[in-house]
């Protein structure tokens, strides 16, 4: 198990130096939150002999980059199954300087299941399906240093659970009235009509997860229409790059080894997100978002898992280290309380 580097010790809050624009007191220690997400692989469509992928390397490459990247407050996972976390639970206690509470909803599909990691106490858990039954979204409500933090993970349809087929003779209400035209649109409209329904605005929200669409979408839209932000554009990070990969998180071949077992990107689109809700109690966290690199230590609000395994020195196919965690890029967010 790989030691942990330069994770925040369990004595002290992480303390960042807030954001130049509107502070009083540069110096003035204050709360930060810190969240990662990670669409990470279950990997049951690999071949039977790659051992779902070499899941066991992944799970250690995850937690890699967790102590990496500073052990975030909160890890949202997608696509986790019983085999994910039987490999992950000894990595709770143990990889960074405090313990991670691991949250999963009452409703399991026990294939594709949403994971909450937490480092602080948690004091709701509610869970939510959606159109067709198979996703849904998981509220966890966090008692948080900065103040009460609700987190929403989900991952939404794919096409291999019908999310372009048209929103049916069954369409909800709800989804109807908002225009979605198919199963995805559907589940959109049903997780924000939730987030709204469950979120006390005077606290901070963030909504993490793969949402299967991409910026400026009917699902993007709605979250980033009702004012939530997408904080890794608005961190300055560069749009997706299909050319090149930069910016992006999805692509990698998801049923075998040749994507993870490549150093190159391998990724072209971005359907990967953090929305941030700001609170609008001015007494709570007013969350600045921290740009990526300020402090040098690769925190911030950035992509995630977002380079060839970097704690060896070679990846590829076996016997070296896999390449990487997943065929996902996750996204991390940093938020200074101003």
Do not use: K
């Not at 143990?94 to 948690?122: H, I, K």
Request: aromatic share 8%; hydrophobic share 40%.
């Amino acid at each position: 198990m790989t030691r942990w580097r330069s994770a925040r010790s369990a004595a002290a809050l992480s303390v960042l130096l807030l954001l130049s624009q509107g502070c009083s007191d540069a110096s003035r220690p204050q709360p930060s939150v810190t969240l990662a997400s990670l669409n990470f692989l279950h990997g049951l469509f690999c071949p039977p002999d790659t051992d779902r992928c070499r899941l066991p390397d992944r799970v250690d490459l995850l937690f890699d980059f967790v102590v990496a990247r500073d052990c975030p407050d909160v890890v949202t996972l997608q696509e986790i199954w019983p085999p994910s976390l039987e490999r992950m639970q000894p990595y709770l206690a143990s990889a960074c300087p405090f313990a991670y509470q691991l949250v999963l909803g009452e409703r399991r599909t026990d294939v594709d299941d949403e994971a909450v990691l937490s480092r602080y106490p948690v004091t709701a858990v509610e869970q939510r399906s959606l159109y067709r039954n198979f996703r849904r979204v998981l509220l966890t409500r966090i008692d948080h240093p900065a103040g009460p933090l609700d987190v929403y993970s989900t991952h939404l349809a794919s096409g291999a659970d019908g999310a372009t087929q048209p929103c049916g003779a069954d369409c909800p209400a709800e989804c109807v009235a908002a225009g979605a035209a198919n199963v995805r649109d559907c589940q959109a409209v049903q997780m924000a009509e939730f987030v709204d329904a469950t979120h006390d605005p005077a606290h901070l929200g963030l909504i993490a997860g793969d949402f299967n669409q991409t910026p400026g979408s009917f699902v993007y839209r709605q979250f980033v229409d009702r004012g939530w932000t997408d904080v890794y554009l608005a961190a300055g990070n560069p749009e997706c790059d299909p050319a090149t990969g930069v910016g992006c998180t999805s692509g990698r071949q998801d049923e075998g080894l040749e994507g993870l077992e490549s150093p190159a990107l391998g990724v072209r689109s971005r359907i990967d997100f953090v929305f941030l809700i700001a609170p609008v109690d001015p007494a709570a966290c007013d969350a600045a978002i921290v740009p990526p690199g300020r402090d040098g230590d690769g925190t911030g609000t950035r992509l995630f898992a977002d380079e060839p395994n970097p704690f060896a020195p070679a990846c590829g196919p076996l016997p070296e280290a896999i390449c990487w965690p997943s065929d996902h890029v996750g996204v991390q967010v940093a938020l200074d309380c101003r």
